[in-house]
């Protein structure tokens, strides 16, 4: 299992009248949360994708707790809980302190620049190897 | 069963480096489907707030299919299959023409200005009646 | 001089927690603007881009005088006042009915896939011609 | 004069399909410097909210010199430049490394709930004494 953590701050353009951070900015912060885990796993994903591969997302669920407010400082707890094969999982909580404000998960596959599912790159099977063992 | 139709042209502010509409965007664009529905039906969202009403969104899923493009015109398909008695969920299909780019849903309940559980708002349960009889 | 006019709905999402359009917002809602600009006098930026060619932003300004608020519609009227030589310079008012909410103004001018400066598509420079005389 | 900085990681969110960072997203990140600076002189925005106070943008500029790209880590220098009677003026640089990729500013007024312009708060108008002398 990999986990890692990232900080964000809620900023005012992320806000909408409801007074609290609009719920599709949730989807930018679970992608600074993965691609925050990638590059602690020395796997960075501008890196990938000048190698000619994409990860796009497939599907993506959110379920929203507590609001989260301006200013705030989030962390975001990405995990991958199990070694990706043909399909990478990762899951994710936003927490204010200890308090948990929402969780979600994302599924993704590689895909070429021709828009075509492929397998991973070598160097990220070898890294998810090592860490899955 | 309420079906709603709004369409969209996919913003170059919407696009990503993939080249292609970035995956968060969709929950703007269900936004857009449910009040669009919500207007129809008689019920302006905007209306509903200033009644002291508000609706946030305590889930959403989508999964994606095929990419949408810059300049694409989307249709977004909202429907509310179930009579909603304190949750409401809307079904939603992004559409290009006949192809279906990617399928979501989400899940509300009203709340009061102090962020309290209420009961839907009576235009909006004497609406409901109606149609779902 | 030539003069476009484009509509959009403000949506929850570009909205802020002082309960109003986000500023930032208008940035892409000039896009819309000059776009639809672009379309309507046959030359859909998205041809463009296939072409090879780009168009970015060197400089933007916007004045707000009132603020635009949620499910407003909005009217983005686009004004090319002079012909183009390198420079294209673009005017944009937005309205809400006849108040005016908001000015601004963007500077492009052609570049290649390379990021170098270029001459603008022919065709671009044919109908300009026959626009400005 | 004060100046501050304040960074941000470019996101993927942030960037369009000409493959940079779009030029829209300059704004919300000019937000980052000014709140960074306001917060550093003791002044946080969201309390400033909480007063009864709002800094609504009157207007902004932005040049773009060279492309901000996904994963950059960029320093927004944000500067006040005169002491605020009224209005209130901030420069920004956006830099990447010790490269200078856009400036702008932006105008500010402190306005009511009432959306009426009025006096700075005591707390701003005497830390601006203070630092103007």
Redo the contacts between chains.
């Keep these: 299992m990999i986990v890692s953590r990232a900080e964000v701050r809620v900023?005012?353009?992320e806000?909408?009248?409801?007074?609290?951070a609009?719920?599709?900015?949730y989807?930018?912060w679970f992608?600074?949360g993965r691609?925050t885990l990638l590059r602690e796993q020395g796997l960075?994903?501008?890196e990938l994708?000048r190698m000619g591969y994409?990860l796009?997302?497939?599907?993506?669920?959110?379920?929203?707790r507590r609001?989260a407010l301006?200013?705030d400082v989030l962390t975001i707890v990405t995990t991958m809980k199990e070694q990706p094969i043909l399909r990478i999982r990762l899951d994710y909580r936003v927490l204010r302190g200890e308090e948990l404000l929402a969780t979600g998960h994302t599924e993704h596959a590689f895909i070429n620049h021709e828009?075509q599912p492929v397998r991973p790159p070598p160097q990220f099977v070898a890294r998810m190897k090592e860490l899955f063992g």
């Design positions: 900023r005012y353009a806000t909408d009248m409801m007074g609290i609009y719920h599709g900015n989807l930018p992608e600074i691609t960075p994903y501008a994708e994409r796009p997302v497939l599907q993506v669920r959110a379920k929203y609001p301006y200013d828009n």
